[in-house]
């Protein structure tokens, strides 16, 4: 069998989530607050998991927290709003975010260092 294409493989990794080109959406967010050292990428990762959202988060040296999610508007919708508000041990003040169309390159939703 020979190699998928790009496309192939983007729409592949899209289906494998339950997201397909037509409903899926990028989202760049960045929450500010005391969201360094309270477990917030971890809650970030167990619930974007949860969403079946591909992508990463990652602490930023200014203090805040980023994001980079790929999956269904809804469920993006979801995870921002889970976002703002953050786990029990943080303090939100603000949750800013970016939606664009989804590119397909993520397979799975880690923390990156």
Do not use: Q, Y
């Amino acid at each position: 069998m020979p190699a998928a294409t790009p496309e192939e493989a983007v729409r592949l990794a899209f289906n494998s989530a339950g997201v397909n080109e037509v409903n899926a959406e990028r989202m760049c967010a960045w929450v500010v607050g005391h969201v360094h050292g309270v477990g917030f990428r971890h809650f970030a990762l167990t619930e974007a998991r949860a969403l079946g959202i591909t992508g990463w988060v990652a602490n930023r040296t200014d203090g805040s927290v980023e994001i980079l999610a790929e999956g269904t508007s809804a469920a993006l919708d979801t995870l921002e709003s889970k976002l703002g508000t953050g786990p029990a041990s943080s303090s939100v003040r603000g949750c800013h975010a970016v939606r664009k169309n989804a590119t397909g390159e993520f397979e799975t939703f880690e923390v990156k260092f």
